[in-house]
């Protein structure tokens, strides 16, 4: 949005007849000035089967007391571990499940107690892990890392870090697993809300071009008097947005539990709803290319 920004406003510098909108995409749905972003809701419902499988993985074995580590992307914000909560309630009784934000500081100590009491009562534990979390001085957790051209730490690899550091301090038997890629490209598991809130977005931009709107971005507007589940869409100035980041608000964390609370699934779960049919050959999808 600030690339965005910095076009329009050169463009009315040099009087040049140019419209310019901002459409959100963001599976870590950080872009403000929007209820959510499309792409989220899909890799949210992603994350959270995921979950349901690993679950399911670990109890099969005789010995269920490991520990299985989730990485997800979300360099500053956790809206994607968060994500992960939803799938709570699916789990069996014999398994934890613990999430760590970059919102709220990673204390080690803490999480290495109920892995440890997990451990003891012969249960699993889910460990979910944003790539971004730090600890309370504000440094990254995994300390071994490199920069990009801009100078940001490029973050990966938490999850690993964890595991050799979980297996010294306790013994646990631990595994790491990332979702990479797939967590923002997969479609079998789509959110059919998600994809017709993305395709209407963008319907809604070329009739605002039509009326020669220019130096905005539009988004998803949630109305909080609805019972149902109900979005329609809005503008806001590019300037308002460009730069900034939204983050999970820290009362839809539970620190003590390291969970999220149920204002975070009100807010995530509609987003998840319906599936999409993909065309097959073969058994295998046929995906459509505009480019």
């Avoid at 995409?25 to 209820?35: A, E, H, L, P, W």
């Avoid at 995994?142 to 010294?168: C, H």
């Avoid at 809604?204 to 979005?231: F, S, W």
Wanted: contains cysteine; glycine residues 6%.
């Amino acid at each position: 949005m600030n690339v965005a920004k910095m076009i329009h406003e050169y463009v009315m510098d040099v009087e040049y007849n140019l419209i310019v909108i901002g459409i959100p995409k963001s599976i870590d749905n950080d872009v403000v000035g929007t209820d959510h972003s499309p792409g989220y809701g899909s890799s949210a419902k992603f994350l959270a089967t995921s979950i349901i499988d690993v679950d399911m993985d670990m109890g099969s074995y005789p010995e269920s007391n490991g520990v299985t580590i989730i990485e997800t992307m979300g360099r500053n914000s956790g809206w994607l571990a968060g994500a992960c909560s939803l799938a709570e309630d699916y789990l069996t009784e014999n398994s934890q499940l613990l999430i760590y934000i970059p919102e709220v500081a990673f204390d080690f100590v803490k999480c290495v107690d109920k892995l440890e009491k997990a451990n003891r009562e012969k249960r699993n534990t889910i460990l979910v892990v944003a790539e971004g979390i730090r600890k309370k001085n504000g440094e990254l957790v995994n300390t071994y890392t490199e920069y990009d051209f801009l100078g940001r730490p490029k973050l990966g690899g938490v999850s690993s870090y964890l595991k050799d550091m979980i297996e010294n301090e306790t013994g646990i038997k631990t595994r790491y697993m990332t979702s990479s890629v797939w967590q923002r490209s997969s479609m079998t598991l789509a959110s059919k809300t998600d994809v017709e809130e993305a395709y209407h977005l963008g319907i809604h931009a070329v009739r605002l071009a039509n009326l020669n709107q220019t130096g905005i971005m539009v988004g998803l507007k949630r109305d909080p008097h609805e019972v149902d589940y109900h979005i329609s869409y809005e503008t806001i100035q590019l300037k308002e947005v460009a730069e900034k980041e939204k983050i999970i608000p820290t009362e839809w964390y539970n620190v003590e539990e390291n969970i999220m609370t149920l204002d975070f699934k009100d807010y995530a779960f509609p987003m998840i709803k319906g599936e999409i049919v993909l065309p097959m050959k073969n058994g295998l999808p046929i995906y459509q290319r505009v480019i």
